[in-house]
């Protein structure tokens, strides 16, 4: 095992009923900023909730914060908590709205442009704290102190991390989530899952605690995420993709262990190019990246072959070719297309994607940094 | 899956070299008050490692906190904080010290008695914050809020929790643990070992991450706890073994399940009456548990049996029958004498025992509070 250093201050209110809560959580006399998104939450309950849940509070709202959210977006906030002393924001939503909430948040306090954070690694000094009401199990920001912001005019994605965004506490009811649409269903179990397995088909550092909870995520996943599909009201299926979505990204199973985050690297272009779902970009590149890496993933996959997807027969390389074909299909009975060809996408968008990971600044992708642009080509070659 | 909050705000340094890092988490003019036990920390190196890590800063010392740390012990750091106002303690030992460090904490703002937190569930108001050099891996003191704590005069034994005495860091560095006795190796391994099985051999309520995380800890603990007593100074083992003893005790795997306790209820008695070591009292109660309690566990001991023990083969009750014979055989591995009589316990302390569960105002034991007196007594006849 590696060292490690694990913080994580999150407060979870997870449950039924458990948005009535909020309001023990935040000072009676603050002027709170709900901030939120396409407006969901007016038809699935959840605004009336939180609405009365704060009556006794000064609430002001802020909302349009899109999917991928914007820097052009999220500064238009500033001055509506600076002409009304906001001091609490509480996010309304999927990882989105939570991640744009964590950016108005130091941003608020910052004298020069808040962009300095995501571009320059300007740290924050301080922050507005902010809650979180959940409403998409998806990308564990209701849990973690890190934001993805997109900037419209540069087409940039960046991030940035400070334990200053730590929400306070993060609402997550498993109940408000039945009325979400599938495709977004099956983004967020695609989102979790290639969370934990960034995290997890590494390589071996003798962390067996670390390896049999991602595992944990991982089984779960795949048996409770085709159910959410069909059977959309069952309340314990959704209470465990919640769950799982949270622990994939809580820092917890990263504790001690090397990590890849390549397939998000790449998937990120794919987002930027063509519009592409988040969660659909991993389920189209993972596979990929499973096949042209697997000797250096060889053991991890081998393992997680036999104790995720219960592969034991066959040679090494059958039960690693078994076990990137089972993860596929997997992915495709969430709904999801996960060859570039089903998306429209071809070759010329490899080589324009293979062609951003050359510059010579940018630091390699995979958990031993040995992801050349040549591999980048082979990935996304073998899933045309 | 039942709604629950979690909540845990523990900083955990964790690996080889990071006491050194304590400095970082303990503000410049602190005076600190360094507590600890018998005197290990000055054999094994830990001492020297905090002195010199807490160079600059104003140090005093507060030794002799016993196992099963007494009220009549603690009080007697009241007066030093006073006069020298200190305003952080650094806990440096096992879970005996950070529990007793705990009690100070609360202790040192109270007017009044403050046995009260114990007896009288008076909730702490204030606490001196709190540091963590962990050197024993048992109780999971270092990453929870509670502690337990003894009173010589009246001789009880109880427990108390407060947010407050969370420790603000806690440096978890398993080669730091290499010099312990093995029968103190063999209790931390037990009592991590049931503090998962508390929570996770109940009733079945949907919630597989948590059923996975609880078998994850176990299966560490039975693979690694052997290999601990017989090569106690290999790294990456100790290491397992910390970290299973952390996150079993951490909150997490109690999120959203019902949790039993009666084998601590059990254990304690056995403490207070013969003053038998706690991970002790554990093993030799808790296969009479698991046989007396097997109705009410029935789907989970099975589930155990085939996830943790891989029985497979057998009816239903032979499984059962196999997987408490298998669980009394881990305990063994490790050096324990398991049974009532190999621990010089007969009949009549089973009476005294049954006695002191008869009165009318005490909560009946067990996830179900199903554990009448004569289950009491039938469960201790089993382990005679």
């Given at each position: 095992m590696m060292n490690f250093v694990f913080y994580n201050p999150v407060k979870i209110y997870f449950g039924?009923?458990?948005?009535?809560?909020i309001s023990n959580e935040i000072p009676k006399d603050a002027t709170i900023l709900m901030t939120y998104g396409g407006g969901s939450i007016f038809t699935n309950g959840v605004y009336e909730q939180v609405k009365s849940a704060l009556a006794d509070y000064k609430l002001l709202e802020f909302g349009g914060?899109?999917?991928?959210?914007r820097y052009e977006t999220l500064i238009k906030a500033l001055p509506i908590i600076k002409e009304n002393h906001v001091n609490f924001i509480l996010a309304v939503g999927g990882g989105s709205v939570i991640d744009g909430t964590k950016f108005i948040s130091v941003a608020?306090?910052?004298?020069?442009?808040?962009w300095d954070f995501l571009s320059k690694g300007v740290r924050a000094q301080k922050a507005l704290p902010i809650g979180v009401v959940l409403t998409?199990?998806?990308?564990g920001s209701e849990m973690n102190a890190g934001a993805v912001i997109s900037r419209e005019a540069t087409k940039e994605k960046r991030s940035f991390f400070s334990p200053?965004?730590?929400?306070?506490f993060s609402v997550t009811d498993p109940?408000?989530?039945?009325?979400?649409?599938p495709r977004q269903v099956a983004n967020g179990i695609v989102d979790a899952f290639i969370h934990t397995m960034e995290q997890y088909?590494?390589?071996?550092?003798?962390?067996p605690i670390q390896d049999r909870m991602s595992e944990s995520i991982l089984i779960t996943l795949m048996e409770e995420g085709p159910k959410a599909i069909v059977k959309p009201n069952d309340y314990d299926t959704r209470a465990n993709i919640m769950w799982s979505a949270t622990m994939a990204l809580n820092g917890l199973i990263a504790c001690g262990v090397p990590t890849d985050w390549a397939t998000h690297g790449i998937g990120h272009e794919l987002t930027a190019l063509h519009g592409l779902d988040h969660g659909l970009t991993l389920a189209i590149v993972y596979p990929g990246v499973m096949k042209v890496m697997q000797n250096e993933k060889r053991e991890k996959i081998l393992q997680y072959a036999e104790r995720v997807l219960k592969i034991t027969q066959g040679t090494e390389n059958e039960r690693i070719d078994k076990a990137i074909l089972k993860t596929d299909e997997f992915f495709r009975s969430?709904?999801?297309?996960?060859?570039l060809s089903e998306n429209g996408i071809g070759q010329d968008t490899i080589e324009t994607i293979v062609e951003r990971f050359t510059k010579p600044q940018i630091v390699r992708l995979g958990e031993n940094q040995s992801i050349t642009p040549e591999k980048v080509r082979q990935i996304l070659i073998e899933r045309l």
């Open positions: 039924k009923g458990q948005i009535a809560k914060i899109e999917p991928n959210p608020s306090f910052y004298e020069g442009d808040p998409l199990p998806a990308t200053l965004v730590f929400p306070r109940s408000v989530t039945f009325s979400l649409p088909l590494t390589y071996p550092v003798n962390a969430l709904g999801m297309k996960t060859r």
